[in-house]
């Protein structure tokens, strides 16, 4: 029977996410959301190990308490953005930074990166006992004004874009200066980015949405334009750069702390 039950195993046995939950979602938007992360795993498969845990904004901070504080008695809460009823899905990502006592730096096919701790897709109140139809009324509402690219038409582009997000964090390309210089030059110095990609690209001080909402774009409709193809083909690019190093490994010493979760629970 596909119940909820059935695709959170699903996921977890055929992608190795460590933590799913689709807790008070309706059945038909569970299944746009497997639909949509199959798609994309099947593209970059490497990226399902990226990702710590899908759950709602409760779900993700009791998940990110237990791992980053689980020999503490101090309660951390990650994100009050997260508690937002008026976001669908975010993303999150705990990233130790530069300074020495966080983390060590690795420096990959000569490039720096900076060791990734958890990173989680949630979902937020707005998705909750929400239907297919619904959502997508929603998206298509936001699409049609400018304020999400043309073809992000259906709840799934949503779950595309917050995949976008994970790539970023991982391949870090907000920290890529050419990257950041080619996205200027082709969006004329960032003044055609709400007409080239949409209005939420320009939220914020940093490219972090406008990569997102181009990559969500680009697996739609790749030949959208210039811009957009471009950022494609880049996060193509370098996924095929590095898909095979240590820097996808995210999960892993999450996925080892749910085992010795589980292991404390027996005892």
């Known amino acids: 029977m596909e119940n909820k039950e059935y695709y959170e195993e699903y996921i977890i046995n055929n992608y190795g996410i460590p933590y799913v939950s689709f807790n008070n979602l309706k059945i038909d938007v569970i299944k746009d959301i497997v639909e949509a992360l199959e798609l994309v795993f099947n593209r970059y498969p490497r990226l399902a190990d990226s990702i710590c845990s899908l759950g709602d904004c409760e779900d993700i901070n009791n998940q990110y308490n237990l791992f980053i504080n689980s020999n503490k008695h101090k309660k951390i809460v990650w994100g009050e953005y997260l508690e937002d009823e008026h976001e669908i899905m975010n993303t999150v990502c705990y990233n130790p930074g530069l300074l020495p006592f966080f983390g060590k730096v690795k420096i990959i096919k000569g490039k720096m990166f900076i060791p990734n701790k958890f990173i989680a897709i949630a979902y937020g109140n707005k998705m909750l006992n929400t239907s297919k139809k ?88 790749p030949n959208t334009n210039s811009l957009i193809n471009y950022i494609g083909k880049q996060i193509d690019k370098k996924y095929e750069t590095y898909h095979n190093t240590c820097i996808f490994n995210v999960n892993n010493k999450f996925k080892n702390h749910k085992i010795r979760q589980k292991k404390l629970q027996k005892k």
């Open 134 to 221: 619904e959502l997508d009324d929603m998206t298509i509402k936001s699409s049609s004004n400018g304020f999400h690219p043309p073809h992000f038409n259906t709840f799934k582009s949503f779950v595309y874009h917050e995949l976008g997000h994970v790539l970023t964090f991982v391949l870090e390309l907000n920290n890529d200066f050419e990257f950041f210089n080619n996205i200027r030059k082709l969006s004329n110095n960032f003044k055609n980015i709400d007409s080239m990609i949409s209005k939420y690209a320009n939220y914020g001080e940093d490219i972090y949405e406008l990569i997102a909402e181009a990559f969500s774009e680009y697996l739609v409709s």
